[in-house]
Structure formats: C-alpha cells, structure tokens
C-alpha cells in the first residue's frame, strides 16, 4: 500500500521541520544569527490516467487524469537574511551593520569568511579580531597607548592617545554584499564562505551605495521571532501526528484485508 510509504516521506519531511525550528530557537540569543526556514517540495506522480490522453477512438481528450503523488521531500533549508535587533552593549569594539553587508574575516586556511557578528577584540598585537582571535579584513591595528576608540558610521577608526589631545584616524572598515546572500555556505561561530550560488562579494564602504552604516557599541542580535517559532513548531508536530495516523490508518487496512477470509 503506498499510503504506508508516503505518509513515511511526511513524518520524516516534519522530523527535519522540527530539528530546524529547534536550531533556530537554540540560537534564540545568538549575535547576528539569521533563522533557516525548511521549503518542502512533492516528489513524482504515478499517471493512472494521463490527463490528455485519448479516451475514444474519435478522439476525445480526457479533460482530467488519475495521478498519485509520492509524497514529499526537503527541496532546501532556506535562510532568512534580515535584520535583527539591535543591542546597546556599552563597549567600544561592539558593532552592528544597520543595513546590507557582512563583516569580512581571515581564516587560518586562508579562506575569506563573512559575519554578521561584530563583537570584536584587540589580541596581543593590539588588531582587531573576532572572539575566535580571527583577523578582521582589512587589518586594523589599535596602538597600545589608545585611550579611547571611536568608530563612526561609515567604518572610519579613530583612537585617542594618552599623548594627544586630537584624534587620529588608524583604518577604514569595510563591509562585504552578495547578490544571492542566501546562497552562503554557513561553517559555524555565526560565519560564512562564499559559494558558486551567492557568487562573489562585493566589497565597499560602509554608507556607501547599497551598504549599511556601522554603529558602535552595539551588536546586532538574531533575527528569529519566538512567537512565531513555536507556532511553526505547533503546526509541525500536528503535521508529524497527522502522517502517523494515516500509517496507522493503512495498517488498519492492510490488517482488515490479511484477515478477509
């Protein structure tokens, strides 16, 4: 009996439904994370009357055909890119994209990743890193009698020495776009890498054409909405119950037929 088969395809489409509302809940409180949102596609008919074919020998069209459909797949776990919340936080090497663009990142491959996250740190050699000790692109060094750090809106830093009375401008921040931002390859620690669907980035300042403005001292938090992931989770679990059912449903059938005597 197929329904067995295809109310499986169901529960296991919900299963993977449930287990991504789940990271996003998880990552409720994360720096720049941006929410997944599982897309669903039906898998192949079986044409028991195909629509259009001949239904008499003078030629008469079927106007409507029998298809059974299979049941259901994963097409993609499609992620969100908006903006999240932003989050005074008091200090200095804390900012936030309000707008397009993603912060760039060295890795120690050599790889070029992107972020959202701007919780920054100074590591031994006075530059500005991620929390992870990664660089930030393009290399920012802070010099060790800076007193104070000023970052302004189109990504110009400035620090303030205990031996000068003006500011004096040390690195200029850049911000990274894509034209399919979806199409990133998340690699963990609130990170991405570039891939063949998201094409090549883009690389500005920050207020220019088409980037957002920086903001200091504050941190852009994740763009997943509570109400709605749990209401996404209610309606998941009553899909998964409902696929359950008709299996149970079609054992019952099968079971009703095995005892026909």
Do not use: C, W
Not at 3 to 8: E, Q, S
Not at 89 to 112: H, M, N, W
Not at 189 to 211: C, H, I, K, N, Y
Request: charged share 20%.
């Amino acid at each position: 009996m197929k329904a067995l088969h295809i109310a499986a395809t169901g529960m296991l489409a919900q299963q993977l439904n449930v287990e991504v509302i789940s990271n996003n809940i998880a990552n409720l409180r994360t720096t720049g994370y941006k929410r997944q949102r599982a897309e669903f596609q039906d898998l192949l008919y079986q044409d028991i009357r195909r629509v259009g074919a001949n239904s008499s020998e003078t030629g008469t069209l079927l106007p409507a055909g029998i298809q059974i459909g299979l049941g259901v797949r994963t097409a993609s776990t499609y992620r969100v890119m908006t903006q999240g919340d932003l989050q005074g936080t008091e200090k200095s090497l804390d900012i936030a994209i309000r707008g397009d663009g993603l912060f760039q990142v060295d890795l120690p491959d050599g790889r070029t990743a992107y972020t959202r996250a701007g919780a920054f740190e100074l590591n031994a050699d006075g530059n500005l890193v991620t929390q992870d000790g990664f660089q930030v692109q393009p290399g920012i060094t802070i010099p060790s009698d800076a007193r104070e750090v000023a970052i302004n809106a189109q990504g110009q830093v400035e620090v303030f020495t205990s031996t000068s009375t003006t500011s004096t401008i040390v690195g200029q921040l850049e911000l990274a776009r894509f034209v399919n931002q979806a199409g990133l390859e998340a690699i963990g620690d609130s990170m991405f890498v570039e891939t063949p669907a998201s094409g090549s980035a883009t690389t500005g300042t920050p207020g220019s054409t088409g980037f957002g403005t920086l903001l200091q001292k504050y941190l852009e938090g994740s763009n997943v909405n509570a109400v709605s992931e749990i209401s996404d989770l209610i309606a998941a679990q009553r899909a998964y119950e409902m696929n359950a059912k008709v299996i149970s449903a079609a054992d019952e059938m099968m079971s009703a037929t095995s005892n026909m005597r």
